[in-house]
């Protein structure tokens, strides 16, 4: 019963998404040059999967506008860009452009899948913890997927096989990293095979794993318990009544 309704809630979820899909090709969450200035809080940078696009998160979106957090922004890229690395040197690129716009020194990032890969290694190898506060990933293979065997064609997913080079170099030390990670994966995730490959294992990251149960891939990404945890995570502070001044949340 609890694989059905598990499976249940994947196939409502991936209905939603398709739905969705197409009002997303080819938009961006951005802020403009002129709007910098008036970014109140710290920037929040959303990465979506695979061939996947912001539709994702659009119930995220919507929950942290409510709670005042952001501004949101989003990162795309191509499926066909060939490498985790060079999809990771992009992001960096952006990131930049981000501070500079909105004079903002940290911006934290959130990944679904392939994306939170991607967040994990500008922010490990790229020297992205001096930029990030905190980083989320969600349903994202950490130590990889047999799913991966499928999709040989794409380089981008062979990377993603279990002891791959790029996975290999992952797990290398990451002296001085001080960027706080947050995972979110599932005991019923299917594509990620097995399912103890989306947590994130690592001594020398600050990390805290977070399984939902009966979650499948694309459930997690609009699961209650996600989305309100999120929301805590990166809603403002409020302000001190004797001050009147905005409280930074704290990474």
Known sequence: MVVLRAVASEIVAAVSHLARYP???????????????????RPLVVLPGLADNTSIFTDLKRALEQCGAGPIVSFGYSPLIGD???????????VEQLCAVTG?????????????????????????????????????PHAGTLAAWLLSPLPLV?????????????????PGCTTRFITYSSD???????????????????????VVP????????????????????????ISPPETGNPVARSA
């Open 158 to 174: 062979r990377q993603l096989r279990p002891g791959s080079e790029l996975l290999a170099e992952l797990e290398e030390p990451a």
């Open 23 to 41: 009002t997303a090709i080819g938009r961006r969450w951005a802020i403009q040059a002129d709007q910098g200035a008036a970014v109140p809080q």
């Open 104 to 140: 903002a020194a940290t911006v934290d990032l959130v990944g679904h899948s392939l994306g939170g890969l991607i967040a994990r290694y500008y922010v490990q190898r790229l020297g992205g913890h001096a930029r990030v506060a905190i980083a989320v990933t969600i349903a994202t």
């Open 214 to 237: 009966d979650a499948g891939h694309l459930t997690l990404a609009v699961h209650p318990r996600v989305l309100t945890e999120i929301c805590a995570l990166f809603q403002p502070e």
């Open 84 to 94: 985790v690395r060079t999809a990771a040197g992009r992001l960096a690129e952006q």
């Open 188 to 210: 019923t995730d299917q594509l990620i095979l097995p399912a103890r490959n989306g947590r994130l294992e690592h001594p020398g990251l600050r990390v805290r794993n977070i």
